[in-house]
């Protein structure tokens, strides 16, 4: 930035110094991704910066003449030239070229249009074509307008510049006829590099360091890397030995990032010694390596109980999780950069805990928490393995495990704080409070209920893509549209549209309203077409006119379990296969939905719904046996809402033979559910069916409807 400013600005490379810093400047209060698409001011002071007191770089400036002994006829103004920001006022540098020295002045009037010219015969002012000058020339602004904000100031240099020769009004030098700016290229003093360095302008706009050697010259990361070492000793995890003969050596890693607050904000600067568990070999360095976590379904049902029964839920997470986790296998590491003993370099760690990195690092720490939890009474979900459940008699404590978070709630205070207590002697935790912030969603807590949104991660898809100015859509997708493989439009870039995609999928976890849209275009992720590329942006548009869009749950009087279920027929052109849609709910938001291609091409409307239902009953099984987990146990049939009473007929008794003898066995498990009282079909008409807007793509009025009865608002 700096070199192509000097350029436009066609100042002498002299000057350098004066460019550098301006750009440094600029840099600061202009966003960013190394502080999530901020701007470095805006990360530092917690304000962002204004803009206005900005000008071109190298335009000629007039400075206000202030000397008490100017008289009535000496100029009220001097002619400068803009070189950049002061650091130590709201003011302007500017450079006098008669005198040869940088002066400091709020009061300037600017001409953006011209420029001083150097080394020309005829040394002057020359204008700035309109290609070339930016924005258009403002309004000459008053003394007290335009003084610089009070942004990141870069650091204060020396204000004396070598003079040059021309004069004030571009008189060319008698004794040069190729530059008329002098400059003595001898240096004139020494100093020490420490000087320099003190006196430096960096620019804050550094992202987190990819290796030791860049981690190692800032404070905060030295800081970080110490904490992560003292945690390591701490909890015993490795001890000092000589690699014995045969074995291998796992070599480590210094990772880093920046870790930030659901506002933006910088939390904490995190160094992990992370072991390079790609080396490991399967049977030698480790065995079993599979370790679960908690379902999206399981959240949204732990938070829509929680606002129906009114229980505050409350956040902990474990510090250095995994580094608790006890291995069965014998690992050796080498001894981490930076931190080798000093006279045993050649010696190795033997771990008697895991490391992150390593492939067994997840399940060990599972097994640790797990054993903890049911030593201490605990009982673990047989549904969801990462809920566990505690009784003691009438008081009851549901908690949610997602790797090192923790989620909990109980009916008293007593009992939550009997936990946290437990739980803290033995790990060492951070106490976060209320819920707030869980997996990227955003959850906000009050009486009435609780309201759970993706605000935050779907500003930050807008600015990924590029998106933040696009024009809002009434939709996610046409109506009618049904998008195939071949549309004849041309390849489009296949790893950014996968991009989107992901983006989408993750946000349509507080989102079903998106579901069905982000399932269609999910299914040409290998050949993406410019048609398909548009059908995503159209979503993201859809999103960026219904970004404080989320999920709220409230208390309700009958807290039943109730599903809708429908399909299209051969929606999809390629090979008519189609689209299976179910959405559950406790009365108020939706906590499970699916919106998903079937496997099999039906013959018929009724066998496609007949196998949509079928799904549906599945998931509603689960979900009654998740909600007993709970203690909210479901008396009498699971109501699922469908608009084909054909299928409804096939679903209870085989009467319609010839449509039902060719479909696979596993769907008539629907008929055994119903025949056993745990799932009951009932009719709705196609106005009232809500899982209607997972199948396709429907007119705004209808989506807007079925949108809210899902909870959506």
Not at 202 to 216: R, W
Not at 331 to 354: I, T
């Amino acid at each position: 930035m700096g070199r192509s400013m000097m350029t436009a600005s066609k100042l002498p490379k002299e000057f350098w110094a004066e460019g550098v810093a301006t750009a440094v400047y600029l840099l600061n209060i202009s966003p960013t991704k190394a502080v999530m698409n901020r701007t470095p001011y805006e990360a530092w002071k917690g304000r962002k910066p204004r803009v206005s007191h900005l000008r071109i770089f190298g335009c000629i400036a007039y400075a206000l003449v202030t000397s008490p002994s100017r008289s009535k006829l000496d100029e009220k103004s001097q002619k400068c030239i803009f070189v950049g920001y002061s650091s130590q006022s709201k003011a302007y540098r500017l450079y006098n070229p008669m005198s040869g020295k940088v002066i400091i002045s709020r009061d300037v009037k600017f001409n953006e249009q011209e420029t001083w010219i150097w080394n020309s015969p005829e040394p002057g002012v020359i204008e700035i074509p309109d290609n070339t000058a930016g924005p258009p020339e403002p309004n000459p602004p008053s003394p007290s307008n335009n003084t610089p904000s009070n942004s990141i100031p870069p650091s204060s240099s020396n204000n004396n510049i070598p003079p040059s020769s021309p004069n004030n009004n571009g008189s060319k030098s008698s004794n040069s006829n190729t530059s008329s700016f002098a400059y003595d290229h001898t240096p004139k003093k020494f100093r020490s590099l420490a000087d320099i360095y003190a006196s430096c302008r960096f620019s804050l706009l550094a992202s987190d360091p990819m290796y030791f050697d860049e981690a190692v010259e800032s404070e905060e990361w030295k800081e970080a890397m110490n904490e992560e070492i003292l945690v390591i000793r701490k909890n015993n995890t490795w001890e000092l030995v000589d690699l014995p003969e045969g074995k291998n050596v796992t070599k480590l890693k210094w990772v880093y990032h920046t870790k930030y607050r659901a506002d933006g904000t910088i939390q904490k600067h995190k160094a992990r010694l992370v072991a390079k568990g790609y080396a490991q070999e399967e049977g030698v360095d480790f065995g079993e390596t599979f370790s679960p976590v908690a379902r999206f379904e399981t959240v949204r049902t732990f938070l829509a109980l929680a606002a129906q029964l009114q229980w505050p839920v409350y956040q902990l997470d474990v510090k250095s999780a995994f580094l608790n986790g006890e291995l069965e296998e014998e690992v050796y590491v080498a001894q981490p950069e930076g931190y080798a003993v000093n006279g045993c370099e050649d010696k190795v760690y033997k771990l008697k805990k895991a490391l992150y990195g390593l492939k067994q690092a997840p399940r060990a720490w599972y097994s640790k928490i797990d054993s903890y939890f049911l030593e201490n009474g605990f009982e673990r979900s047989k549904n969801e393995p990462t809920l566990y459940v505690k009784k003691r008699g009438t008081d009851f404590l549901v908690l949610c495990l997602y790797v090192d978070d923790m989620i909990y709630m109980g009916s008293c205070e007593s009992i939550v704080a009997e936990f946290k207590s437990s739980v803290m002697e033995k790990f060492e935790i951070s106490d976060l409070g209320l819920l707030h912030y869980f997996l990227g969603l955003k959850v906000n807590q009050c009486v009435d209920g609780i309201f759970i949104s993706q605000h935050k991660y779907a500003v930050d898809l807008l600015k990924r893509f590029n998106m933040l100015d696009c024009n809002p859509t009434s939709t996610p997708m046409n109506v009618n549209e049904s998008l195939r493989a071949n549309d004849g439009t041309d390849l489009a870039s296949a790893r950014f549209f996968r991009r989107i995609v992901g983006g989408l999928n993750y946000l349509s976890h507080t989102r079903p309203d998106i579901a069905f849209s982000v399932s269609a275009i999910s299914r040409f992720m290998h050949n993406p077409t410019v048609h398909h590329l548009g059908a995503a942006k159209r979503i993201i548009c859809y999103v960026m006119g219904t970004i404080d869009h989320g999920i709220w749950y409230s208390k309700v009087s009958n807290p039943r379990l109730v599903g809708y279920t429908d399909s299209d027929w051969a929606g999809s052109l390629d090979d008519r296969k189609s689209t299976s849609g179910h959405v559950f709910s406790l009365g108020s938001g939706a906590i499970s939905w699916s919106s998903k291609k079937q496997g099999i091409v039906a013959l018929s409307s009724s066998e496609a719904e007949y196998v949509a239902a079928t799904a549906s009953a599945c998931q509603a099984v689960w979900l009654r046996r998740l909600l007993a987990d709970f203690g909210q146990v479901q008396e009498g049939a699971t109501q699922i809402y469908c608009d084909n009473k054909v299928m409804i007929a096939m679903s209870k008794n085989p009467t319609f033979h010839s449509r039902t003898k060719h479909i696979d066995i596993r769907y008539h498990f629907l008929r055994d559910l119903i025949a056993k009282g745990i799932i009951e079909l009932k009719h709705c008409g196609t106005r009232q069916q809500v899982a209607d807007v997972l199948t396709k793509s429907l007119p705004n009025v209808k989506h807007d409807s079925f949108k809210v009865k899902m909870g959506v608002t």
